[in-house]
């Protein structure tokens, strides 16, 4: 005897509809339109003989038979769904490894990472932190965010964005009384605060606006990251030297603003690295052109 399948387009329509409780909300799941959704019901109805839905003034419900049906089916779609991801995971070479400077994968990429395992949950994002150079023949790695000017012999090598400085502070040190901080000389009553990985950035800095004298201010503070350089300057414990790009979300916020107008390009950037191959395999490729439509979108 002939196995009994339904059309399967329409059982799909039906349990996306089941399981979200409206004709609409299960046309934007499927991406389709309100009245091809009413269709496809239509058919699946008229194919089983049954009715499924109480189409009803203020919205559907679904009949008893309906509701038996829907908890039959929806665990098996649960289950297509769940085998699917897991075999798209595994031919695709396991998870996708990347690797990225501290401060870049804490300020930056992880904010902005459930946006893309949301759009890409079958991709499995294992995410790494150093700062020694990447070495794709050795290390487990498919791409690497890295800081310099581009010279990597050997990999392929995308600008992600320049490395843009100026001084950054909680918005409590702009008027504090006898220390306002309005021009670049009023920095003498503010303690500066220095990253021992960027040590150079405030005499750079200082430099490129005409002040280098200030690089040899009396009240300095250093820490051992850029990450607690910054938090410093959120508590109020001085002014730090930002990277811009890196900050968007804590300057959007208003936790950081940038007392003084003058922002320096140091000539250096961020760079995606992948090995260089003949064919670049999908989630590689993906992730890529998800990370550079980011980049379009960061802050100035």
Known sequence: MAKIIPPLNPLRVFEAVARLGSFTKGADELHVSQSAVSRQISLLEDYLQVRLFHREQRGISLTEAGRAYQQEIGPAFARIVAATQNLLTQSRGGPLRVRAYTTFAAKWLMRRLPAFQQAYPEIDVQLSTDVTPADFSSDALDLAIQFGDGGWPGVHCDPLFDDCITPVCSPALLDRPGMPLRCVDDLKHHRLLHSRYRKEDWPYWLAAVGQPALAAHPDNMVFSSSILTY????????????????????????????????????????????????AMPRKVAVFRDWLLDQTRHTRA
């Open 231 to 278: 938090q410093a300057a959120v508590d109020g414990l001085g002014v730090a030297i930002g990277q811009v790009r890196l900050l968007d979300h804590e300057l959007d916020s208003g936790t950081l603003v940038c007392p003084l107008p003058r922002v320096v390009r140091k000539g250096l950037a961020y760079y995606l690295l992948r090995p260089q191959r003949d």
